[in-house]
């Protein structure tokens, strides 16, 4: 597949899933009152389809390789927020589950993709 703009990215749409599914758990009514916690948890979110694609917009693999790091990062900071959504009784254990394990397979997705682009990287090297 030829990625021709972000949004053919597969890491990216995964990453609109994801945010979709938060900024509905962030709008139930406990969840409301924890506007700090909601707050941070739609910004992790957005962070990772965001940097998915800045890096892409770029000048090169490096960068784009930089700004997919900062994606899966913030992919593990959206992970450790739901146990705190979970813990405070904001979202089920159902809700948690899904999420986390979708921000794992994000995550696998943007390894595999990094890894790819450094084999690239090295081969113009070479």
Request: proline share 0%.
């Amino acid at each position: 597949m030829v990625i021709e703009r972000f949004e053919d990215i597969e890491a990216w749409k995964e990453a609109r899933k994801i945010v979709k599914r938060v900024y509905r758990v962030c709008s139930v009514n406990g969840f409301k009152r924890d506007y700090s916690l909601a707050d941070q948890m739609r910004r992790a979110a957005v962070s990772i389809m965001a940097n998915i694609a800045e890096g892409y917009a770029r000048n090169g693999n490096r960068e784009f390789i930089r700004f997919l790091f900062i994606a899966k990062s913030s992919a593990a900071e959206l992970q450790s927020h739901l146990y705190v959504a979970m813990d405070q009784g904001y979202i089920k254990e159902d809700d948690f589950k899904e999420i986390y394990q979708d921000l794992d397979k994000i995550q696998r997705m943007i390894s595999n993709f990094i890894k790819y682009l450094k084999k690239t990287l090295k081969c113009k090297l070479s």
